[in-house]
């Protein structure tokens, strides 16, 4: 693998692979911090510093709920602690000491300070004094200290996202990254206003409100605290389609199209973190996996991704950077001419007849059961139209199969198979396209 | 012939904590974490192949999803309804030729989700912690039906009938009810009394009255019971187990296998059980490897079963011939016993075997070579033979020795139902026997109701 380098350059700050710890309780302290350090991840983003003074209080019950799939493999991770609860001063002087001895990993310091400028004013350069590379403004935490006006009550505003971005690129000589909340209706407005405010970076997603569960013996949310719940911050594996979608939005906006992104949401390994790259970011953020494992998973990133790269090809990150975000597109403009059929593969077939089931009582009957008195799992193209839930509900890797249909006729419809591209926008049964036709 | 060897046949062979551990559950009850791993497993099938498989058609894919979704009664519930005898019938059906033996994970790994387990999971919790029965009786239909034979095919037709609300005699040769659940399934399958548990908690359902050591033939008739009853049903199973039709088959040392178990179910004490140092058991079924399983846990030091034909021809399933050789037991395919030796007392101290070949008809023909085992005992163990002179008697039309019923379990007389190892009709298994209970109870209870 010598070939590869995994060495990323975001925004102007520099980590030896682009797997970054977002900022979290693994990187609440220099102890959590240098442990995932010596692991190998690339950089950190400290945990959310806030105004100097008392530090805020956690709830003292439980601060996590979770979704479990089988076998209880946590899917998705809900949190409702807050920012950092230790002393300012500690955490910058644990910064600047962790900075001077892991010179070489990325150091990002998250900010959350009330939305007025001398509370900006006052705390960048002190950060800035740490040595530490860059800063990340924490405008996504949707729990808690949104109720004070920080948090996601900030980026859920524009006008508020691009107000405290120009004072911080005013007061602060270093890369500012700014953190997104996606409990907003269209992720590219506080994206516009970040690069409007001169940001540097954008990073998504922060949490999503959620419940994770009711307890129903107490009839109280999960985590429930003395018979009350509140909702919480909702991330891991659970999240990565939103994000993907979220992160794609931003990448081919023409107004931020160029803004480097770093993308958080249930990077797993990685495959997941090929996957946001792919799609524009140049680093990747991880939490919830690294709390449900351990700091020693990012050993399987590095190695996977570096693998993967020789496989392909790409000698560095720059060389697969964004190659999937010309293919995001708009449905109407998906082509219609191209069809497929589900095909599957008899000899990997278990005969569970969860395609079967799954075709015949919610989607297009396309799927036999029994053949000749023998069960048996066969896809009927006059009745298949392509859908792929068979593929998804299917327990067996590629026992089943989208096969697309190049030439003859498509059973289903008795059309003949086209060659060339049409989308809805010209379709006949469009009402737009008719209009425009007349 | 007479040889010059003693036989060496003695109790107490072991220390009593051996015993104890040796006739211990053969398989731990699951703990609720292996339940809910295990349940998440199942791939909830369409038209699911281990269903289809189960004799009492369960719904397994259902069942387990409950205990999956935290419903471990729910669950039971679900079993119950098919099989009141789910409890016994998780610890003693041999799933490596029903529902396991088909799953799908079977297909795609080789490690079939473990129904059996599951099934004893989940009826446990509910019969552990159960306040009420879960099944209500019907209305009272002033019925009255004679069940002859306390055993599965009895209990289970038994319980339908009184749910269908009408009541329930069962008549029973034995001191104990319970029939091979109680006499006959190997000990280590069903400790803890698991068997007279299972019965009270049928019995529960109400409607139902028990008359122990009561035979047919010799404390009733079925002509009285023709006359009593509105209707008859006999489960009693089979009669003694068959003879080698060899001179000395009635020798000291040459065994009925079916009584040497149903004297270890009873004992108390297991140390009082006399077993020979070598042992030799003749047949292929699950009684067989049940005797000679159970022999070498006696302390018997040296257990053979002999089978006139090939391995893959035994009745026993290919695990429980496992579990025979984990448990030291050799299988000998391929010899038909020709000659029982004998002490100068009488007694058994070998036998001698002829191997054996299918002939060009299929049938087995010897060799001519001959094998001779020095052995204390011969278990015979090569099927019972049913009692049916009184059957024939009161009109009832036989079939190869066996009582000859429809599908739902109808004899030749417009009376009388028949059902378990007594009719001629599938496997002789605990779960079919349940369900030919049901099957004729539903049959019954249809013909009352006209």
Redesign the interface.
Known sequence: MGMVDLSSDFCGIKSPNPFWLASAPPTDKAYNVERAFEAGWGGVVWKTLGSEGPPVVNVNGPRYGAIHGADRRLLGLNNIELITDRDLETNLREIAEVKKRWPDRAIVVSIMVPCEEEAWKAILPRVEETGADGIELNFGCPHGMSERGMGSAVGQVPEYIEMVTRWCKTYSSQPVIVKLTPNITDIRKPARAAKAGGADAVSLINTINSITSVNLDFFAPEPTIDGKGSHGGYCGPAVKPIALSMVSEIARDPDTRGLPISGIGGVTTWRDAAEFIALGCGSVQVCTAAMTYGFKIVQEMTAGLAEWMETKGYETLDNFMGLAVPNVTDWQYLNLNYVTKAHIDQDLCIKCGRCHIACEDTSHQAITSMVDGVRHFEVMNEECVGCNLCVEVCPVTDCITMEEMVEGTDPRTGKPIRHDYANWTTHPNNPAAMEAAE | MTTESVRDVAAGRLQSADYLANFADLHAPMTPHEA??EA??C???????CMNACPTTIDIPLFIREIAAGNADGAAKTILSQNIMGGMCARVCPTETLCEEVC??E??EGKPVRIGELQRYATDHLMERHTAHPFKRAAQTGKRVAVVGAGPAGMACAHRLARFGHDVTIFEARPKAGGLNEYGIAAYKTPGDFAQRELDFILEIGGITVKNETALGRDVTLEALSDEFDAIFLGMGLGGVNDLGLEGDDAEGCIDAVKYIADLRQAKDKAALSIGRRVVVIGGGMTAVDIAIQSRLLGAEDVTICYRRGREAMNASEYEQELAQTNGVTIRPHLMPKLLERGADGAITGIVLEYGEAGPDGKLVGTGETLALPADQVFKAIGQSPVTETLSNAGIELEAHRIKVSDEGRTSHPKIWAGGDCVRRDDDLTVVAVDHGQRAAQSIHAALSR
Do not use: E, S
């Open positions: 809910i791993v998440d497993r791939y909830f099938c369409y038209d699911a192949p799908v994970r297909t795609a």
